[in-house]
């Protein structure tokens, strides 16, 4: 089944006419679907139907919804997502390569693939692939009307953007893997003979030095030091001029040490790399971008391939990355931007629109510290604020922000219960605080009994850890429904009734000298424009611990408050996806009947 590709091009020429979309890391497909029949078919003619039961078993449930529309064969992309615009290629992969059914069954549960859909090729009767794509997409837009479907659903159909500019911003925030250009007037053709489709990736640029030549497949071997230590990350081949991959040979065979059908040399010639990613030490899709005759090997380190493969935002000027923030972990200014650039798009929507409080630690964690709430007066015009009399009150809407914050030894992000547009706070928060580290079994314990609450009550509750020594039970509310006063009640009664069960175990008490070694559930912090640390902010601990979004079924004895830090949060979120998703959606269907009932009956 051969599919219409899109045409590489180094940069991409908004023109009039043309809409854009988001290119998706994954599988290209098929999805033909005629009554009692779905099949997924791969580019490369491969059934990959029961590798994804989950979006088949999606199908085969709204298929009485688009019996009119039957036939159908829609062209798309087979993704596990990271985020909206970002997919996990590694785990589409491995999905791919599943044979038992069990272990299929399995992953598709914790990790579910969506199949997003970006053209319609036939519906009913109707081919449509002699006719333009703005008329496809028409009818695409009309079959997935009928859906109503939600964010989570497994078959999803693609945003189109008719400004370049917006699409490029999105994929950059998210890292994408790139972005499509389509004429909207033109057909459906098979392969690459047309100029209608066009594909700009979008690459992270890196800096490595040439280890090796291989004699039998012309591939270059790419390296970078950690410390002393020479680490190999892949090959290379393409992207240099003819000439210039002329000399490069004739100096590894005029220099180099022949072994077997390798040319070796020692770390001398650098160059920078377009590629994709780095997956397990291989770079992905990796082309020369030039090479570098006055760049030192010495400056190709594992920390300088970090910050190149984190693509900072060019506006934020770098500085002092090799400044140790955690000396018990060796942790840099440097290791705290790459987290920060990699938690974005799962920190920004709770940060967002909300007076920010941060904690600045301009010489590390063990040093002097100081919280920030108004914008100085050297910030870029960049950076958002209110003004309050005669204050600026600091907001971080974008990337730019995140990152000067972040530059400027902002370690901890703490924001208000309310959105700087509102007086009615938009969550219910819990703050469970043990009296150590090694008491963090009362956390797991009152939490598990709040939960049961809550489940009573119908409320939909998500939980975190603090990133110290406890955890934190988020409530998300619908827009203006409670007030504070309304919650501070709420609050109140949940607390009293979980202390009143377990006195030995749990306080209300403020005073810490008068607490006896229990729990304190903190309620009365919960007030209009106090603040609670964000999900994912890092926190200024010795071990660079995160506030960590969970599962509720991770909550158990194997639950260490230590375990999550910004050297491995970011691979957690793309392994597990990220526990809080449909925390905004829950928010909008959360049900308050009996929650309100409570509160009036105190």
């Not at 791919?96 to 059914?101: A, E, I, N």
């Not at 939600?150 to 790139?178: A, C, R, W």
């Not at 971008?289 to 594992?302: G, H, I, R, S």
């Not at 609050?491 to 175990?505: H, Q, W």
Request: proline share 5%; hydrophobic share 35%.
């Amino acid at each position: 089944m051969e599919l219409m590709q899109p045409i590489p091009t180094a940069k991409i020429v908004p023109k009039k006419d043309w809409i854009y979309e988001v290119k998706y890391d994954g599988f290209r497909a098929s999805l033909l679907w005629s009554k009692n029949n779905i099949q997924i078919i791969s580019r490369n003619d491969i059934d990959l139907t029961e590798n994804f039961p989950e979006i088949l078993a999606y199908c085969k449930k709204i298929e009485p919804i688009l019996t009119e529309n039957l036939p159908i064969q829609l062209d798309g992309e087979l993704v596990v997502l990271n985020n909206a615009y970002q997919a996990n290629f590694s785990a589409i992969q491995k999905r791919g390569r599943l044979k038992l059914k069990e272990k299929i069954d399995k992953v598709s549960i914790e990790r579910p693939a969506t199949f997003i859909a970006f053209d319609l090729l036939r519906q009913g009767q109707k081919d449509y692939r002699q006719t333009s794509l703005k008329e496809r997409k028409k009818q695409l837009v009309n079959l997935f009307k009928k859906l109503e479907g939600k964010e989570d659903m497994p078959l999803q159909m693609i945003k189109s953007y008719e400004n370049y500019e917006e699409i490029s911003t999105i994929v950059f925030y998210h890292k994408g893997e790139g972005i499509v250009a389509k004429r909207t007037s033109s057909l459906y053709v098979r392969g690459k003979a047309h100029s209608d489709w066009l594909k700009e990736k979008n690459w992270r640029k890196i800096h490595v030095f040439l280890t090796a030549y291989d004699l039998k497949n012309g591939y270059f071997q790419t390296g970078i030091y950690n410390h002393a230590t020479t680490i190999t990350i892949g090959k290379c081949k393409h992207g240099l001029s003819e000439e210039e991959m002329t000399s490069l040979k004739k100096v590894f065979m005029s220099n180099g040490e022949k072994e077997e059908q390798k040319v070796k040399l020692p770390p001398a010639i650098c160059a920078s790399i377009n590629t994709l990613d780095l997956h397990a030490n291989e770079l992905r899709e990796p082309e020369f971008a030039e090479l570098l005759p006055t760049f030192a090997p010495e400056d190709c380190t594992k920390e300088r391939l970090e910050l190149d493969l984190a693509m900072l935002p060019e506006k934020v000027d770098i500085s002092n990355e090799d400044k140790i923030f955690w000396p018990t972990k060796s942790l840099t200014k440097g290791n705290l931007l790459v987290y920060i650039r990699e938690i974005y798009p799962y920190i920004i929507p709770y940060v967002q629109n909300r007076a920010l409080t941060v904690i600045r630690c301009p010489d590390g964690i063990e040093e002097k510290s100081f919280f920030q709430k108004n914008l100085p007066s050297y910030a870029p015009d960049y950076i958002d604020y209110m003004e309050e009399k005669d204050k600026r009150i600091q907001i971080c809407n974008q990337l730019e922000s995140l990152i000067w914050f972040a530059n400027h030894s902002a370690i901890e992000y703490h924001v208000p219960f309310q959105t700087i547009d509102s007086m009615y706070p938009n969550e219910i928060v819990f703050d469970l605080d043990p009296p150590s580290r090694e008491q963090f079994v009362l956390a797991i314990k009152a939490s598990k009994m709040i939960k049961q609450l809550l489940d009573g009550l119908e409320l939909i509750s998500f939980i975190k850890t603090s990133g110290n020594k406890g955890l934190q039970i988020h409530i998300p509310l619908p827009t203006n429904r409670l007030s504070f006063e309304q919650t501070a009640i709420f609050t109140e009664t949940i607390a009293k009734i979980v202390v009143n069960a377990a006195p030995d175990l749990f306080t209300i008490e403020r005073f810490k000298k008068n607490r006896g070694g229990r729990l304190y559930i903190d309620y009365v912090q919960h007030g209009k424009n106090k603040t609670i640390i964000a999900p994912y902010s890092p926190r200024k601990t010795e071990d660079a611990t995160v506030a960590t979004p969970l599962y509720w079924e991770e909550v158990s004895k194997n639950l260490e408050p230590n375990q999550f830090t910004i050297q491995n949060v970011v691979e957690r979120v793309k392994t597990l996806g990220c526990p809080w998703i449909f925390h905004f959606e829950a928010a909008r269907e959360q049900t308050l009947t009996k929650t309100l009932d409570l509160i009036r009956s105190n």
